[in-house]
């Protein structure tokens, strides 16, 4: 056997040992970038502008343009969920969110309303806590592909779980909390219903953009 013949197992290894050390580092650096962009998407609103029928078309009521459009106003937090999960998978996805969570409850006001550990005792919390179930049912789905049915699935059953899990944490609070049915439907109006629709929407945008990302990153890791 020849010297460079000789190189040629060492190189191998020498390259198996350098990936070794290489992915975990990447997966460091996206599992703080993913909790960092958490961090970003609670304090971030845009404004989705659409078309609408009037629910008053069939009056005698003289109608303009701006009757024909709608405005609603979001923050991405969900659809940041399911990027999470959709770009970094379910194990990975949870070690994210655990850390957005911790930051909240013990280091910094990250989210909408502050932070702390009393944030626990907040009507809104269960929404952030549902984030973990969220992501271990959408990453189980995902974990057998992108595909469109796979992508439309784990959307659904994403944003829904972290609806009824808020939905009830919100109730409890506000059964410990002595809150009235005015306080509760207004929460539940505002947090939900109609912001089911636009989440899922956009977390269906939100897991297509993680779907081509998770190739680049498996291209760049070779």
Do not use: W
């Given at each position: 056997m020849t010297d460079d013949e000789a190189m040629v197992?060492?190189?191998?290894?020498?390259k198996k040992e350098k990936k070794k050390i290489k992915i975990?580092?990447?997966?460091?650096?996206?599992?703080?970038?993913?909790?960092?962009?958490?961090?970003?998407?609670?304090?971030?609103?845009?404004?989705?502008?659409?078309y609408?029928?009037?629910?008053?078309?069939?009056?005698?009521?003289?109608?303009?343009?701006?009757?024909?459009?709608?405005?609603?106003s979001i923050i991405p937090q969900i659809p940041a969920v399911?990027?999470?999960?959709?770009?970094?998978?379910?194990?990975?996805?949870?070690?994210?969110?655990?850390?957005?969570?911790?930051?909240?409850?013990?280091?910094?006001?990250?989210?909408?309303l502050g932070g702390g550990h009393r944030y626990i005792l907040e009507p809104g919390f269960g929404y952030i806590a549902a984030y973990l179930p969220a992501v271990f049912f959408a990453g189980s789905i995902l974990k057998d592909g992108f595909s469109v049915?796979?992508?439309?699935?784990?959307?659904?059953?994403?944003?829904?779980?972290?609806?009824?899990?808020?939905?009830?944490?919100?109730?409890?609070?506000?059964?410990?909390?002595?809150?009235g049915w005015e306080f509760i439907k207004g929460w539940i109006i505002s947090q939900s219903m109609l912001k089911i629709a636009y989440d899922y929407v956009l977390s269906l945008i939100a897991l297509l953009v993680a779907k081509y990302a998770n190739k680049?990153?498996?291209?760049l890791i070779g």
């Open positions: 197992p060492r190189i191998k290894r020498v975990p580092v990447l997966n460091i650096l996206l599992v703080l970038f993913c909790s960092f962009l958490m961090m970003v998407a609670t304090f971030v609103q845009f404004d989705i502008t659409h609408i029928i009037p629910h008053d078309i069939f009056s005698n009521h003289a109608l303009t343009k701006e009757d024909f459009l709608y405005t609603y399911m990027f999470v999960v959709g770009l970094m998978g379910r194990r990975l996805g949870i070690t994210s969110i655990i850390i957005y969570i911790l930051i909240g409850l013990f280091l910094l006001p990250i989210f909408a049915r796979n992508i439309l699935k784990a959307a659904l059953i994403g944003v829904l779980t972290i609806h009824f899990i808020g939905i009830i944490y919100m109730l409890f609070i506000a059964a410990i909390k002595h809150e680049y990153i498996k291209y």
